[in-house]
């Protein structure tokens, strides 16, 4: 059984236009065998973000500490840890970290996408 | 933008063949329009246990409280929070809480199985 600790995974920089202070921890992927869906952990420092995009596939997110500015589809939303979103495939949503703390969150997407493309960060 | 908190979200208790104090928390599912995958959120009373089963589609799950010891293939692993693991399909499995407090963890299901039919409890 694929048995593994968060803290144990090497959180590796998030490089992409836009994005700052982001390092992603891919807990599950398609290498482990995921069939199906990918749990990635994300770590935004204070005054990081992830970036300002949309793409055809949906997020499922739980914010496991500190404090986000979402913005999704035009409206802004103040989150902490225990929230639940889901971000529906081809919507504009940004993490900003809003807080003195790291911002941490469970993220999940499709391995898929476009009928097989493999998804990035999967 | 779905947006709730864990402890908003109704427990539901299981009724299956072989469950003890197991409530269920549909966090994002079917009926919200996940499009792949659902997240659920199960607490576990002390001395209580999921069904030992097994079916053709995979779990990834976040042991968010307390211990567990799962049963997972013919071995047993003892688990805590913090710790991910990947539950392959149709791979017997039971998680039983090993401790006196609640465990609690997050479950992720595809939302369908055998080409099209609805994942019960997605």
């Known amino acids: 059984m694929l048995k ?3 803290e144990e995974v090497h959180p590796t920089p998030v490089d992409m236009p836009g994005v700052q202070g ?3 921890r891919l807990l599950v992927g398609r290498k482990d065998g995921a069939p199906t869906f990918a749990m990635r952990h994300y770590t935004v420092s204070p005054g990081g973000h992830t970036p300002r995009h949309q ?3 949906e997020h499922e997110v739980m914010i496991m500490g500190g404090t986000a500015r979402v913005e999704y589809d035009g409206a802004f939303h ?3 840890a225990g929230d639940v979103l ?3 495939p081809n919507k504009m949503h ?3 970290n809003a807080g003195p ?3 941490t969150f469970l993220c999940f997407v499709p391995v898929t996408f476009d ?3 493999p998804t990035p960060g999967s």
């Open 78 to 80: 103040d989150c902490a």
């Open 115 to 117: 009928c097989g493309k």
């Open 101 to 103: 703390q790291d911002l």
């Open 4 to 6: 593994r600790r968060v």
């Open 94 to 96: 940004q993490f900003v």
């Open 86 to 88: 889901l971000i529906e």
């Open 22 to 24: 982001v390092a992603m």
């Open 55 to 57: 793409h055809n596939y």
